[in-house]
């Protein structure tokens, strides 16, 4: 038959649940969910440099909203602390929400300013064009 395995400090270790996904209420399920299939879009849109009329992602926006959209779902799932052993989580603590909320949309804030800070930088230029 099959033996039990001898149970040793390094499993132990390796049994320490390092996300919540599973005990998340089911709307940040949802809310994981939607921002991983943006995600994903946004990677094979610009990946396979897709078009739609005029717009495509060029290479700092794309850099932007994919970062973004990914620190929100660690954010997420991932807890700011660790959980004692045998401890169920309670969900999200509203920090937590309030930091995806701000990485995702810090985000969508440089995706919008992308051009210019690709093409100009941080520093625009002054109004008066010295040399």
């Excluded at 949802?30 to 990946?47: Q, S």
Aim: one cysteine or more.
């Amino acid at each position: 038959g099959l033996e039990k395995p001898i149970e040793t400090e390094a499993t132990k270790l390796v049994e320490v649940e390092t996300t919540r996904y599973t005990s998340l209420p089911i709307y940040t399920k949802v809310i994981f969910f939607v921002l991983t299939i943006f995600g994903l879009g946004i990677a094979v849109f610009y990946l396979f440099s897709f078009r739609v009329g005029d717009f495509y992602l060029y290479e700092v926006a794309y850099y932007y909203l994919f970062a973004g959209t990914f620190l929100a779902c660690a954010f997420l799932v991932m807890p700011a602390r660790k959980q004692g052993k045998g401890v169920p989580w309670k969900g999200v603590p509203w920090y937590d929400y309030l930091a995806a909320a701000s990485a995702f949309f810090i985000a969508i804030y440089f995706y919008l300013n992308g051009w210019d800070i690709g093409q100009i930088g941080w520093i625009p230029p002054t109004p008066l064009n010295f040399a």
